[in-house]
Nanobody, 132 residues
Framework: QLLLVESGGGLVQPGGSLRLSCAAS????????TGWFRQAPGKEREGVSC????????NYVDAVKGRFIISKDSANNMVYLQMNSLEPEDTAVYYC?????????????????????????WGRGTQVTVSS
């Protein structure tokens, strides 16, 4: 069974940076597309970024393109989200989730907001607050 734990959130000023970590256990993330999602108070959960099981493809929702970078460390079974030039609008609880599919399709669904039910393994989230 895949278990995911997010960490790295915190309070940061506008323009600052944070790196979120998604630690996996139970099953190798080499068999999972891994997505980052966020949910702000009073808003629906939205897809932010995703990386394929192989780690050779990552994509981003338009709101974070050029500011966020997703990466994967297969040796340590981790996925990271480097967040730069943070804005107050980035304030949310950030979650990672896995889809047991080895192609690009799950990642396409993350950024277009139609992610598959196969993204069924979720962490508990980490709070990111961007405020001066």
């Amino acid at each position: 069974q895949l278990l995911l734990v997010e960490s790295g959130g915190g309070l940061v000023q506008p323009g600052g940076s944070l790196r979120l970590s998604c630690a996996a256990s139970g099953i190798s993330l080499d068999y999972y597309a891994t997505g980052w999602f966020r949910q702000a108070p009073g808003k629906e959960r939205e897809g932010v970024s995703c990386i394929t099981a192989s780690g050779d493809y990552g994509n981003y929702v338009d709101a974070v393109k050029g500011r966020f970078i997703i990466s994967k460390d297969s040796a340590n079974n981790m996925v990271y989200l480097q967040m730069n030039s943070l804005e107050p609008e980035d304030t949310a609880v950030y979650y990672c989730a896995g889809d047991p599919h080895v192609g690009r399709y799950p990642c396409e669904t993350v950024v277009n907001g139609t992610w598959r039910p196969e993204f069924g393994t979720w962490g508990r989230g980490t709070q990111v607050t961007v405020s001066s």
